[in-house]
């Protein structure tokens, strides 16, 4: 071995195994990803994380390329990473790495625990710097986003649950081309003249946990007069009146007018389910993609009304994002959600967040040819916030979800099943009222 | 011709140590302790780093309530013990991955060595089944359990239509809670059985013909010369399979996660799956750490097992 000894070759190879090593345990500053955030030809660029994939995700491209192509200042890098709940488990191991995006969508359920960990920057400076009318947003969504007289969280896939049904099968069984007003109607009235349609009877498509039933169901608790929580996080959801809805759950697949589908949203589009409630968006995809013409009506009403509730995801800038990226990111949310968010709206299904937008020629236009796209806007004016126990208690959407897979799968009383998952709630809660709690002192 | 080639080579390196003053016995012994360090000091440092450390780590998270994202981590002490042994689901969690184990582990394995035997056959064809059957096992579980959705589903799938044939209407295996189970096992043991046919089929090659030739002389019939000479001769390479599909089974996810989400409720919800849910569905790292810790007891239980009770019954000559 000519000119290298032992000793060096170790110390050699010692130093070569350190070096990443080293390199792994070595902090970096906490600011958002490396290598984006630089000026490109005069232009800040800046990274968006997004949700959307299929039709809606060349939708949100669309109107990504549209904005980098209509300015000079700000580059958005759009980076998919998968559903609602893969962006945010990717964020968060994102943000333990120091390697956050800019800015995120974030769905309903997701943008509070973000929040609550103050990795979500104000953004009311930013607005009042980019001259975006705050008053132009539709009051119901943008309050859903403020926290303390902060707003953090600016609407943009906005969604509300829907009723929809097979306009041919309605023919078929001589029903008028409408919703059914309750319940009651659709199963005792419309149900025995639409169940020779199906194979094995059931007309309703109940959706998984994981599908987000309970979204779905927080319309329906509330038309029976109950509700998951109140908004101090105080558990309600094993109350009588819930566990009232939790029964008629049960009863629905029990009766035979109602299935658990593994896949509701395909089922509907096949014709297998004849009527299933789902979100607003995917509406045009699900027109385009539905072997016969798709009706759309209000949710049916309960024993004690009317209960719809918003949805969606919104926009939030990382905490961590440097003043001038967050300022371009800003103008960014203020395209997406303000000039194009007709656009938008027209080619997803998601309800227009500016009022402007929904008074506008383009969507006025879009709507008289499209009437179902404005089932999900008239709906608005009678929809309110969910309760805290599924958007703010952590992964109570899903521990709500599993217990009514209980009972719609299982079949099991719901009384016992909420009892449960009242107790779930209660312990999951406690996290956050103690944080809020923090937050607020 | 110079000395030194006349020299044999012992004499040379002899003639080497000679010319070396000979050290001190505790430095030499230093000197080797310290060469052993610098051969395994790179791959123990990796261990330390990626899997020792985090172990240490996940004792701690176990003991604590965060999010994964809080700057600050609450202790809680046995908290998230209790939360996970006492919990409702535990139970139907722990049966689930025990069901899970046996059934794909036995079933891959007796599978695997029929077909293995089968294939060892002189028949036609059998290359040609050889890697037909070889083939699932180098596909992606995730792209093989998007398949097998539709091959299972009730109203169109493949499997309906055989079913139909012999006039049996078929279960909704993703849907059902009883069949669930049933259905994640059936793909799995159908990815992994490629694996140990080919590993069976190389320890029965590995068999002398000469034992088989004795037997026969012998008198002994198939089943004897099955239960005498192949099966005794598939020790090892059986305990290599046992070992190494049972560490695979009880970590199995991607087939999970694509079929059934550890549904419906929580009928096909195992160890794995729950570590996962906790940890990045409700972002609990307290008691995924304990799912993490309780899943490393099992998987250290059953490998001492296996050494202890198992390999001693193994011939490997």
């Not at chain 1, 549209?66 to 958005?76: D, P, Y």
């Not at chain 1, 303000?338 to 227009?352: F, I, L, Q």
């Amino acid at each position: 071995m000519n000119g290298t000894t032992k000793r060096q070759l170790f110390g050699r190879l010692g130093a070569a195994a350190a070096v990443p090593l080293l390199a792994a345990c070595g902090t970096q500053p906490p600011s958002a990803t490396e290598g984006s955030g630089t000026k490109t030809a005069g232009k800040q660029k800046i990274t968006y994380w997004g949700s959307f994939s299929g039709a809606l995700g060349q939708a949100e491209q669309g109107i990504v390329s549209s904005f980098n192509a209509a300015q000079n200042e700000v580059e958005v890098d759009y980076q998919f990473q998968g559903s609602y709940e893969d962006t945010a488990q990717k964020l968060t191991a994102a943000l333990q790495a120091r390697t956050a995006p800019d800015m995120s969508l974030l769905s309903d359920v997701w943008w509070f625990k973000f929040y609550l960990d103050k990795m979500l920057m104000p953004l009311d400076d930013l607005i009042k710097a980019e001259k975006v009318q705050t008053s132009d947003y539709v009051d119901a969504l943008l309050k859903e986003g403020v926290r303390n007289g902060k707003t953090y969280w600016l609407p943009f896939a906005r969604s509300t649950p829907l009723f929809y049904y097979n306009k041919d099968a309605w023919a078929k069984a001589g029903l008028p081309d409408r919703g059914p007003r309750t319940w009651d109607e659709l199963t005792k009235e419309w149900y025995p003249k639409l169940k020779g349609q199906t194979q094995n009877g059931a007309i309703f498509a109940h959706p998984s946990a994981a599908s987000y039933i309970a979204w779905l169901f927080q319309g329906v608790i509330w038309q029976f007069g109950g509700e998951y929580s109140d908004a101090d996080f105080t558990i309600k959801i094993h109350e009588p009146k819930g566990v009232q809805a939790g029964e008629f759950y049960r009863s629905s697949v029990k009766d035979g007018w109602a299935y658990a589908a593994k896949d509701e949203s395909g089922d509907f589009n096949s014709g297998v389910a004849l009527t299933a409630m789902m979100s607003t968006g995917g509406l045009v995809a699900r027109q385009q993609n539905a072997k016969f013409p798709v009706g759309t009506a209000f949710l049916p009403e309960g024993p004690a009304g009317f209960g719809c509730c918003t949805g969606g995801a919104g926009m939030s800038i990382l905490a961590s994002a440097p003043k001038e990226r967050a300022q371009a990111a800003m103008k960014w949310i203020a395209y997406a959600t303000g000039t194009a968010a007709a656009t938008w709206s027209m080619a997803s299904g998601y309800m227009p967040v500016r009022k402007s937008a929904v008074s506008g020629p383009q969507f006025t236009e879009f709507a008289k040819t499209n009437p179902n796209i404005k089932t999900a806007v008239d709906q608005l004016a009678k929809v309110r916030p969910q309760d805290s126990a599924r958007v703010f208690v952590p992964n109570g959407d899903q521990i709500i979800g599993k217990g009514l897979e209980r009972i719609t799968i299982n079949g099991e009383a719901a009384e016992p099943v909420w009892k449960d998952v009242a107790d779930s709630l209660k312990r999951e809660a406690d996290p956050v009222v103690r944080k809020l709690r923090a937050l607020n002192a | 011709m110079p000395l030194s080639l006349s020299l044999p080579a012992s004499a040379g390196t002899r003639e080497r140590a000679v010319a070396r003053p000979p050290l001190p016995p505790l430095r030499g012994a230093l000197r080797e302790r310290l060469t052993f360090l610098a051969f395994v000091a790179p791959n123990l440092s990796l261990l330390a780093v990626f899997s020792y450390w985090p172990l240490v780590q996940n004792v701690w998270l176990s003991f604590v309530e965060w999010n994964m994202i809080a700057p600050e981590q609450l202790w809680v002490g046995l908290e998230n013990w209790a939360i996970v042994l006492s919990g409702a689901d535990f139970r139907q969690i722990a049966l689930n991955t025990l069901l899970f184990t046996l059934f794909s582990v036995g079933l891959t394995l007796a599978l695997g060595l029929s077909c293995a035997l089968l294939l060892n056959q002189p028949l036609a064809g059998r290359n040609a089944a050889r890697a037909v059957l070889f083939t699932p096992t180098l596909l992606p579980g995730s792209a093989i359990a998007l398949v097998w959705i539709y091959m299972l589903d009730p109203r169109w799938g493949l499997i309906r239509t055989v079913l139909s044939w012999v006039g049996i209407a078929s279960p909704r295996w993703l849907i059902d809670p009883a069949w669930a189970l049933p259905a994640v096992i059936l793909v799995y043991v159908w990815k992994a059985v490629g694996y140990s046919v080919v590993i069976f089929l190389a320890g029965l090659q590995g068999i002398p013909r000469e034992l088989y030739e004795a037997a026969r002389v012998d008198g002994a019939g198939p089943w004897d010369r099955f239960r005498a000479v192949t099966l005794p001769g598939l020790g090892p390479i059986s305990f290599f399979l046992l070992v190494t599909s049972l560490l695979s089974a009880i970590q199995a996810f991607d087939i999970l996660r694509v079929m059934t989400a550890g549904g419906p409720v929580i009928a096909t919800t195992t160890l794995v799956y729950q570590l996962y849910n906790e940890g990045f569905v409700a972002f609990n790292a307290g008691r995924a750490a304990v799912y993490s810790l309780l899943l490393f007891g099992v998987m250290l239980a059953l490998t001492a097992a296996q050494l202890r009770f198992v390999e001693r019954r193994v011939t490997y000559s």
